[in-house]
């Protein structure tokens, strides 16, 4: 059983950054696939980014491509989501999510091949 928490979330004005963090514990999530997905009140859950094992892979989401960056270091057991050009529509709860199954990057999208979810961070962003 993977342990995920979420932290870093807070207020920044659009146009800003913030950098998100999710800490895993009970076990190592080196051989994991990583991945953020956010949600808005109203909206569904929606697929942020994700990255391989390795952090040789990663795949975002079209709205936030070329503005965020996912990260890890497996040393720390520990993904990162690091956003910049931040914009009013970004605002959301970021949920962390962990999977041990995912076979190819082109399914790290899909949150049900998610087995562990963290309790989320809220990030809003003023215009």
């Known amino acids: 059983q993977v342990q995920l928490v979420e932290s870093g979330g807070g207020l920044v004005q659009a146009g800003g950054s913030l950098r998100v963090s999710c800490a895993a514990s009970?076990?190592?999530?080196?051989?994991?696939?990583m991945a953020w997905f956010r949600q808005a009140p109203g909206k569904e859950r929606e697929f942020v980014a994700a990255?391989?094992?390795?952090?040789?892979?990663?795949y975002y989401g079209d709205s936030v491509k070329g503005r965020f960056t996912i990260s890890r270091d497996n040393a720390k057991n520990t993904v990162y989501l690091q956003m910049n050009s931040l914009k009013p529509e970004d605002t959301a709860v970021y949920y962390c999510?962990?999977?041990?199954?995912?076979?190819?990057?082109?399914?790290?999208?899909?949150?049900?091949?998610?087995?562990?979810w963290g309790q989320g961070t809220q990030v809003t962003v003023s215009s």
């Open positions: 999510a962990a999977s041990p199954n995912i076979a190819t990057m082109t399914a790290a999208h899909v949150s049900y091949e998610y087995d562990y």
């Open positions: 990255i391989s094992w390795s952090g040789g892979s990663t």
């Open positions: 009970r076990r190592t999530i080196s051989t994991y696939v």
